[in-house]
């Protein structure tokens, strides 16, 4: 469960980002982010990841107040978030299999766990096969599969993905679109960052479109015109 209440996130230049963002997402939702360039969407998912802090009101992650949380047990509540970025942020010296094992050593998962999960994760983005190919020897959608499996990894929650098919063609587009679905039919909670109309419009799911730094429209289908 996510909820925004009143949140206010003004940046120390005095831009104002977030002015009063209010909105629940329950657990096990799959819901669009839309808006325009410099609506308050990034800053919406760097609060959510705890990168930044609301000036005011609360943002409430499952029982977590995020603006109680600690320094120290950020790490620790971000083991809930499986990000995936437009950028695919991929090793690029390290193979698919090292890329996504690469998330669970991070958090002292155990040597036998990595080597039954990472080739099943790599099976459920149907790469099976490129395990063992570095990042250049794949395509820009292959790549993002990868980066899929590996926010997958320590099994999260909740798959925040901010533009997933920003560099990559329309029919690689909609097979991510499709991985993400079927991730969240497994019970997580997917937020998706997009600017991309025809998406959203195809898969029919929740929209909520930020405006100027406020929830302009909340609804199940396709965006406005």
Do not use: C, W
């Not at 909820?3 to 230049?13: C, R």
């Not at 980002?17 to 308050?40: C, K, P, T, W, Y």
């Not at 437009?86 to 090793?91: G, K, S, T």
């Not at 292959?142 to 899929?148: T, Y």
């Amino acid at each position: 469960m996510i909820d925004f209440t009143n949140v206010v996130k003004t940046y120390p230049n005095g831009t104002v980002a977030l002015n009063g963002v209010n909105l629940h997402i329950d657990d096990g939702e799959f819901v669009f982010v839309v808006g325009a360039s410099g609506a308050g969407k990034t800053t919406m998912m760097k609060l959510l990841l705890r990168e930044e802090k609301a000036t005011s009101g609360t943002i409430t992650v499952d029982d977590t107040d995020l603006s109680k949380l600690s320094y120290f047990k950020v790490p620790y509540y971000r083991r809930k978030l499986g990000v995936v970025f437009q950028d695919f942020r991929l090793f690029p010296k390290k193979t698919a299999y090292e890329n996504v094992a690469f998330a669970m050593q991070a958090v002292g998962t155990p040597s036998k766990k990595i080597k039954r999960r990472v080739p099943a994760l790599l099976n459920t983005v149907s790469l099976g096969e490129k395990a063992n190919s570095f990042p250049h020897e794949m395509s820009g959608g292959e790549q993002q599969r990868v980066a899929l499996a590996r926010a997958l990894a320590n099994n999260p929650k909740i798959i925040i993905a901010d533009e997933p098919t920003g560099n990559i063609d329309p029919k690689m587009s909609l097979e991510i679109m499709n991985l993400l679905l079927k991730i969240n039919k497994l019970g997580k909670t997917v937020l998706v960052v997009t600017h991309e109309k025809d998406l959203v419009d195809y898969f029919q799911q929740r929209v909520i479109m930020i405006d100027g730094g406020q929830v302009s429209d909340d609804r199940v289908g396709g965006m406005l015109e």
